[in-house]
């Protein structure tokens, strides 16, 4: 039997929903975030989200450099669901780019942007 190539339709679609929801999350993440580093973020904001506050205790004690690259590690993980999901529409989602087998389900669920299998990742670190 031959090993599949890529994930079914239903496989997929589950994928595009823990992306769907990881990107609502990242986004709104990093608006929080600009908020802050912009000095934009008055009490009247939803200070009740559990982001919001640990922005809040976290901003006192974390320079604007470190808030800026928080920002930029929420943006480029944004992008990075985003490619995920054009592999999906193109039904190459979760093929691992130097084996072209299936990346596991479970790494894929923790890691939905993921574009290599953990064995890939690591040889890739050795060359």
């Known amino acids: 039997m031959e090993a599949k190539k890529r994930y079914s ?75 995920a999901l054009v592999r999906i529409e193109n039904k190459t989602y979760g093929v691992d780019r130097l084996t072209g087998e299936l990346i596991p389900k479970e790494r894929l669920r923790i890691v939905p942007h993921a574009t290599l299998s953990v064995a890939s990742k690591q040889s890739n670190k050795d060359h």
């Open 9 to 83: 339709d239903e496989e997929l679609e589950e994928f595009r929903e823990i992306i769907h929801k990881k990107l609502e999350i990242a986004k709104a993440d990093y608006q929080e975030t600009m908020k802050v580093i912009t000095n934009q973020n008055t009490n009247d904001i939803n200070d009740t989200s559990p982001t919001y506050k640990a922005l809040e205790e976290g901003s006192a004690g974390q320079t604007k450099e470190q808030l800026i690259q928080m920002a930029q590690r929420q943006q480029k993980f944004i992008q990075g669901l985003q490619a």
